[in-house]
């Protein structure tokens, strides 16, 4: 591998360990990021005469250490932050292999990051994009083309961000208590809001976007790894093994969407369910009553035990979105409710749950989501009411932004 190609590699798989290091030093994630940049720029200005390192890791940590105690040197109310970092850092050369401690240590920083990522001072979009810019390593282009939006509004959101961090003094520390439980709730909504628009985007002309997916699973993992004695941590990071297993079936080769009940389980990922089994188990084994997340995973899990889509175990996965339901009241899970219904029950029970729904608060709630109609069209086409469910999926096709969908609902129109 070339040098600067090296560079980019290593770099995209250490950036977070590095600006989580540094950040600990210098106090500001937006100084850290500057910090760990440049760092990349001295590899790629030094390495194609030097050659790659044995540890390159360790150089780029190394080199962006060294520059931030510089900055702190030259800055005299950080001199006791100095006298701190100083004893502990050397300033020649890379660092030996890391140690046990070094190990916690990195740990420790990246933790940190993540609850400063997803602070609740920065909004839920702000919390988005930088946590996959720091976290996930993406460029702003990337994030831009993941979520359709321009670059430069990615940009802005991620300056903003930063700038908002500094401007509220938000501690580079992992916070405890009420404060920590808050705050967890906030990380793992973002790492499961990415997961979502990667696996349903919301607009585009792709249904699937895998590799937000993929960021959303790989950060699931770290935090899982961070905090292992986490119930909800484990939990989100079964249902997305879970819910990732089936990536490969959720779309036909040319791209349009194949529906739960036309995949071909064998090509489900047997790795990923078994992973998330394992995840859900550990999530269980901590004890104390089943969060959001672990609801939805054993709903996920449920899935992938039936052999066929009609030996679903629908009456289990009814009882769970009604726990879910009480846990956390929404409109969105109350319409999954009355599909799992009318798979237990029948399609007219289903239905009765979705008129109510739509007739009540519930259904103001969800009068531009797509899915209701789509629901709805999907019960009356299995009751013969077909003139209704054509109308239905007419209404679901003008409102999704997303064009697999609408093509897909368009057809179940036309056939009928």
Not at 100 to 123: G, K, Y
């Amino acid at each position: 591998m070339r040098a600067d190609g090296a560079v980019e590699a290593v770099f995209r798989i250490e950036q977070a360990r590095i600006i989580a290091a540094v950040a600990r030093v210098v106090r500001d994630v937006g100084i850290a990021e500057e910090l760990a940049q440049d760092a990349l720029v001295a590899a790629l200005e030094q390495w194609p005469e030097s050659g790659v390192p044995d540890n390159p890791g360790a150089w780029l940590m190394a080199t962006a250490r060294r520059r931030a105690i510089d900055l702190v040197r030259r800055r005299e109310t950080y001199a006791r932050k100095l006298a701190e970092v100083g004893r502990t850092l050397e300033d020649t050369g890379p660092p030996p292999e890391p140690a046990e401690a070094d190990a916690d240590e990195i740990a420790d920083d990246l933790l940190r990051l993540v609850f400063v990522s997803c602070h609740p001072v920065l909004s839920t979009e702000a919390r988005v994009a930088l946590t996959l810019r720091l976290l996930g390593g993406l460029g702003t282009d990337e994030i831009a083309r993941a979520f359709l939006v321009p670059e430069a509004t990615v940009a802005q959101r991620i300056v903003r961000a930063k700038r908002a961090l500094a401007k509220a003094g938000v501690p580079f520390e992992v916070p405890y208590g009420a404060e920590r439980d808050a705050r967890l709730a906030s990380v793992l909504e973002v790492i499961y809001l990415v997961f979502n628009e990667g696996y349903a985007a919301t607009a585009g002309d792709d249904l699937l976007r895998p590799g937000l997916c993929e960021d959303a699973l790989r950060l699931a993992r770290v935090l899982s790894g961070l905090m292992p004695k986490e119930p909800e941590v484990h939990a989100l990071a079964a249902l997305l093994e879970l819910q990732a297993s089936r990536t490969a079936t959720r779309t036909a080769p040319d791209g349009s969407p194949v529906l739960l009940a036309d995949q071909n389980r064998a090509r489900w990922d047997r790795l990923l369910i078994r992973r998330g089994v394992d995840a859900l188990t550990r999530a269980s084994a901590l004890g104390g009553v089943p969060g959001p997340y672990a609801l939805q995973a054993a709903i996920a899990a449920c899935h992938a035990g039936a052999p066929t889509y009609e030996d679903t175990d629908w009456t289990t996965i009814a009882a769970l979105y009604g726990r879910l339901a009480t846990l956390t009241p929404s409109p969105v899970v109350e319409l999954n409710r009355a599909v799992a219904v009318s798979m237990a029950e029948g399609p007219a029970a289903g239905l009765a749950l979705v008129d109510a729904l739509a007739a009540g608060p519930g259904g103001a709630a969800l009068k531009g989501y797509h899915l209701l109609p789509s629901v709805r069209g999907d019960l009356l086409a299995r009751l013969g009411r077909t003139r209704e469910a054509r109308a239905e999926f007419v209404r679901a096709a003008g409102l999704t932004r997303n064009e697999r969908e609408r093509a897909l609902l368009e057809e179940r129109a036309a056939r009928l």
